[in-house]
């Protein structure tokens, strides 16, 4: 047997409300599709075509290399569909996994025990099913006598004896594949909604084989935003215990809204109000959280980061981030640094052990190891044109209040005055003060309450 798999994803999804095409709604950070072509691959499905038709572009743009794609013009059913895919199947493949594109919570595990149990079975179909309190929109499997499949019902055209059996299809089948062709090409669509309907070839394959999901949760669809909702809940109760039993803290999980790919180390506490978001990375034994969004970037281990959103940035081992700190793209901060309270990074490094403690922009900047930006400090790092940089050497100790004017370079070792506009380079080792100086005015407050005295229309003796 060759496997192949064809992935049904053109359909309308008209429920959805959207002008975007079903599949492509994200669950954890991706499309939907993704998740369903991740289990198959996972099962070792072999050539799988994608049947697009709904916004085909978008759905053939964020396919992995080596999946094809098959347009199907006209939505005319998943039995119509399932032909458009076979069309394009490489013909080697003599049994098919045909897999509706919205099952996003679909295993590897279950597409295996399923190729599994088709093979063992040896019929011509095998059809994954699940139980349910409350079957809905699903269609009705309808098994004969000796427990096999006679056919499956759609919802919308049971009668109510075929309404009440709580076993639907769960949209994923296994099939011979010149069987399944034979079946299709045969097949109407004299049914309420005029379409043609994958599940009917199941009848003309009778008695087709049948595996009850151990978890019928794996086998949810995807055809409202409150499915799709429901589906994100349970995605991402999957990835949070997978942190948990990697030896990751989270001491209320409800809390914690990961997407799939994100890493972290052992010993590692999340506390809830944080979303880790792309290909980020936190390492062992960090305190991340509460009221924290990183995306994309990397936290070292051992670090701290509180009431902070960091995009695109590396954060070095031991550092400290927040709270309310704000890292922009392309920041990296050398171990032992520190963005405090109200701090705004954006395209800077800090050396190691460099802190950015209150109150300050940092842009497009270098600062050097174990260098102290006072309070308030902000680099002028445009010109209303151009950006510039701002080199702030090593064992540097900026005054609060300071402006950086860039481009402008401050010396290893060197220092600023308090409310200096820094416009000029500062050597090594060198102060740079920029201010006017202090003007001290003698006995001035005695003297302007006399003169104000004076102006009053009683002459000060009221
Ligand atoms: C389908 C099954 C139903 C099953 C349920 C499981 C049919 C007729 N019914 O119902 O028995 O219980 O899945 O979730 O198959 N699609 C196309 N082209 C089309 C129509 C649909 O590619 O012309 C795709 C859709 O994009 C979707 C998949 O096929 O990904 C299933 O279609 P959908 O309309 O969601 O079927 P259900 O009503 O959920
Ligand atoms: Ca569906």
Same mark, same amino acid.
């Given at each position: 047997m060759i496997l192949g798999a064809v992935?049904?994803?053109?359909?309308?999804?008209?429920?959805?409300?959207?002008?975007?095409?079903?599949?492509?709604?994200?669950? !954890?950070?991706?499309?939907?599709?993704?998740?369903?072509?991740?289990?198959?691959?996972?099962?070792?499905a072999g050539h799988t075509v994608?049947?697009?038709?709904?916004?085909?572009?978008?759905?053939?743009?964020?396919?992995?290399?080596?999946?094809s794609?098959?347009?199907?013009?006209?939505?005319?059913?998943?039995?119509?569909?399932?032909?458009?895919?076979l069309a394009a199947l490489e013909p080697r493949c003599d049994a098919v996994?045909?897999?509706?594109?919205?099952?996003?919570?679909?295993?590897?595990?279950?597409?295996?025990?399923?190729?599994?149990?088709?093979?063992?079975?040896?019929?011509?179909?095998?059809?994954?099913?699940?139980?349910?309190?409350?079957?809905?929109?699903?269609?009705?499997?309808?098994?004969? !006598?000796?427990?096999?499949?006679?056919?499956?019902?759609?919802?919308?055209?049971?009668?109510?004896?075929?309404? !009440?059996?709580?076993?639907?299809?769960?949209?994923?089948?296994?099939?011979s594949r010149s069987?399944?062709e034979?079946?299709?090409?045969?097949?109407?669509?004299?049914?309420?909604?005029?379409?043609?309907?994958?599940?009917?070839?199941?009848?003309?394959?009778?008695?087709?084989?049948?595996?009850?999901?151990?978890?019928?949760?794996?086998?949810?669809?995807?055809?409202?935003?409150?499915?799709?909702?429901?589906?994100?809940?349970?995605?991402?109760?999957?990835?949070?215990?997978?942190?948990?039993?990697?030896?990751?803290?989270?001491?209320?999980?409800?809390?914690?809204?990961?997407? !799939?790919?994100?890493?972290?180390?052992?010993?590692? *506490?999340?506390?809830?109000?944080?979303?880790?978001?792309?290909?980020?990375?936190?390492?062992?034994?960090?305190?991340?959280?509460?009221?924290?969004?990183?995306?994309?970037?990397?936290?070292?281990?051992?670090?701290?980061?509180?009431?902070?959103?960091?995009?695109?940035?590396?954060?070095?081992?031991?550092?400290?981030?927040?709270?309310?700190?704000?890292?922009?793209?392309?920041?990296?901060?050398?171990?032992?640094?520190?963005?405090?309270?109200?701090?705004?990074?954006?395209?800077?490094?800090?050396?190691?052990?460099?802190?950015?403690?209150?109150?300050?922009?940092?842009?497009?900047?270098?600062?050097?190891?174990?260098?102290?930006?006072?309070?308030?400090?902000?680099?002028?790092?445009?010109?209303?044109?151009?950006?510039?940089?701002?080199?702030?050497?090593?064992?540097?100790? @900026?005054?609060?209040?300071?402006?950086?004017?860039?481009?402008?370079? *401050?010396?290893?070792?060197?220092? @600023?005055?308090?409310?200096?506009?820094? @416009?000029?380079?500062?050597?090594?080792?060198?102060?740079?003060?920029?201010?006017?100086?202090?003007? *001290?005015?003698?006995?001035?407050?005695?003297?302007?309450?006399?003169?104000?005295?004076?102006?009053?229309?009683?002459?000060?003796?009221?």
């Amino acid at each position: 047997m060759i496997l192949g798999a064809v992935v049904l994803a053109a359909g309308l999804g008209t429920r959805m409300g959207s002008r975007r095409p079903k599949v492509m709604h994200r669950l !954890a950070g991706r499309p939907m599709l993704a998740w369903v072509l991740d289990a198959l691959a996972g099962a070792g499905a072999g050539h799988t075509v994608v049947v697009i038709g709904r916004g085909a572009e978008e759905v053939a743009a964020c396919l992995p290399p080596g999946v094809s794609t098959a347009l199907q013009e006209e939505q005319l059913g998943t039995g119509h569909a399932a032909q458009v895919g076979l069309a394009a199947l490489e013909p080697r493949c003599d049994a098919v996994l045909i897999v509706n594109g919205d099952l996003p919570l679909m295993t590897a595990e279950l597409v295996r025990a399923l190729v599994d149990e088709h093979a063992r079975g040896g019929r011509a179909a095998t059809l994954l099913t699940a139980r349910l309190d409350d079957p809905g929109p699903y269609g009705r499997v309808v098994r004969g !006598a000796d427990g096999l499949v006679e056919r499956v019902v759609e919802a919308r055209d049971a009668d109510p004896g075929e309404l !009440a059996i709580d076993e639907v299809n769960g949209g994923l089948y296994v099939f011979s594949r010149s069987a399944l062709e034979e079946a299709l090409a045969g097949l109407g669509r004299d049914n309420a909604q005029g379409e043609v309907y994958l599940p009917d070839a199941l009848a003309r394959l009778a008695p087709a084989a049948a595996l009850a999901a151990p978890d019928p949760a794996a086998t949810l669809g995807v055809n409202t935003r409150v499915e799709l909702a429901v589906c994100e809940r349970l995605l991402q109760d999957r990835l949070r215990r997978e942190l948990m039993l990697g030896g990751v803290t989270l001491p209320d999980p409800a809390g914690v809204y990961l997407e !799939a790919g994100v890493q972290v180390g052992e010993d590692t *506490v999340i506390w809830p109000g944080t979303h880790l978001r792309g290909a980020t990375e936190i390492g062992a034994g960090c305190e991340i959280g509460p009221d924290v969004v990183i995306s994309d970037s990397s936290v070292g281990a051992g670090s701290t980061v509180v009431s902070a959103h960091l995009l695109g940035s590396e954060v070095g081992e031991g550092c400290r981030v927040g709270p309310f700190a704000y890292l922009r793209p392309g920041c990296r901060l050398e171990d032992g640094s520190r963005a405090g309270t109200y701090v705004e990074l954006k395209n800077t490094s800090l050396g190691r052990d460099a802190r950015v403690p209150h109150l300050s922009y940092v842009g497009d900047a270098t600062v050097g190891e174990d260098t102290n930006i006072g309070a308030g400090n902000i680099t002028a790092n445009y010109d209303g044109f151009r950006k510039h940089r701002t080199e702030i050497g090593a064992r540097v100790k @900026t005054g609060s209040d300071c402006v950086f004017v860039a481009p402008v370079r *401050v010396g290893d070792g060197a220092m @600023t005055g308090a409310g200096s506009i820094i @416009t000029h380079d500062v050597p090594d080792g060198a102060l740079g003060i920029a201010r006017a100086r202090q003007t *001290v005015v003698e006995g001035y407050a005695e003297k302007a309450a006399a003169r104000a005295a004076a102006r009053r229309p009683d002459g000060g003796s009221g």
